[in-house]
């Protein structure tokens, strides 16, 4: 019978390993969120975390790499979120709502202020600026891939381009939530979303009146 205690072979010591670190990517996340960029040592995450600073350098190879990793693992959680939150959106009106019910969890987080900080100390380091830049990918196919879909249901497609539109709506997604970040002014933001759903319905009104024509070339729409 199997005793319990440490965990003994292969499946075991990368179990160990991923715990540690876990552990690591924890401990710098809550350090860059509370501390600063300036203030995120290995001395002060080793010290948030109770561990050792060589076990930094010993899995990632330098505190900025330990910073990135724990800042893409924040990311890849609030993207799931919003993922499953807009699966099978189509409307202007069903983007806006559900982005407002995200909105709050995603500023409690901490991921937003993290993200402020590895920006701040990116201006000095194109090194760590292409790594959190790389972060973004994922966002902009996301968020492209969405654009795509409820710009094509509405027949608006062919007037907006999903590439342009993708990166003018993560501007200013990622400009409020900044906003908040440095303002603290939550309920603004949030009613700035209320206001946004009120003008999303009449503008789903007004282009599902339209029809699909909206979107059409002029031969196409004399078809009609």
Not at 52 to 65: A, D, E, L, P, R
Not at 168 to 173: D, Q, R, T
Request: glycine share 12%.
């Amino acid at each position: 019978m199997a005793k319990g205690g440490r965990r003994s072979g292969p499946a075991g010591e990368r179990g160990d390993r991923a715990e540690t670190r876990q552990r690591l990517i924890t401990a710098a996340f809550d350090t860059l969120q509370e501390e600063g960029f300036a203030a995120t040592s290995a001395r002060a995450i080793a010290e948030r975390g109770g561990f050792n600073q060589t076990q930094i350098f010993y899995y990632f190879g330098s505190v900025n790499s330990l910073l990135v990793a724990a800042f893409e693992q924040s990311s890849m959680e609030q993207l799931a979120a919003y993922v499953e939150a807009l699966e099978g959106v189509t409307t202007i009106t069903g983007l806006f709502d559900a982005v407002r019910a995200r909105i709050e969890g995603d500023l409690e987080s901490g991921h937003m202020k993290v993200l402020a900080e590895l920006a701040g100390g990116s201006t000095s380091d194109p090194g760590l600026k292409a790594e959190v830049a790389r972060c973004f990918e994922p966002w902009f196919e996301f968020t492209r891939a969405t654009l795509d879909r409820i710009l094509a249901a509405s027949g608006l497609d062919a007037l907006l381009p999903p590439d342009q539109m993708a990166l003018i709506v993560l501007a200013l997604f990622l400009g409020i939530q900044q906003l908040v970040n440095l303002t603290d002014q939550t309920g603004a933001a949030l009613e700035a979303f209320a206001t946004g759903q009120r003008f999303a319905g009449l503008f789903d009104q007004m282009f599902s009146a339209a029809g699909p024509a909206v979107g059409a070339g002029p031969d196409e729409r004399k078809g009609q």
